[in-house]
């Protein structure tokens, strides 16, 4: 009887100990970005959507995962201006920027794609946010895919940006 104490007992912690050790299981948001370290400070503009930054040292060109903004540079289309400055003048006044790359899209235009922070702020929610960028490649497994949807009803409901009448 004492030995079967014991062995209800040893099953009872392995059972608790892997019960406790689920906790700790990284979200699946956090193992689809990979946050880039070291300097981070603005290149150049190409459009809303897409610039130059210059990340350790090295020119990176940056795509905005999950958001696509009007086309202004061969085929210009509504706010493409409008959205291009923007990017630009918030991007070159930040005091800070974060870059996570998103590792849950690919570029064929040898892009790395990715989720910008400045200041603290998400830059790519921003656009949405203030109507100049719409959704793209977005899949509901995709870091912050549910804000950047909730914010596009909100900003077209508003009638911002883009989605002015």
Known sequence: M???KIMIASILVIIAIGLVGCEYIPELKDLQIQQVEGAV???KCV????FW???DGVNTKIRLSGVNTPESTNKTEPYGKEA????CQ???EANEILVEYDTTQDDSYD???AIIFLDGRNFNLELVEVGFADLKYLKDS????ADYRAALIEAQAAGVGRWKE
């Open 111 to 113: 892009r790395k794609v």
């Open 41 to 43: 400070s603005f290149s």
């Open 90 to 92: 918030r991007i070159q």
């Open 142 to 145: 995709m870091p912050y895919a």
């Open 53 to 55: 930054l210059y990340i």
């Open 2 to 4: 004492k030995q079967f």
């Open 84 to 87: 291009s400055s923007y990017t």
């Open 47 to 50: 459009d809303g959507d897409t």
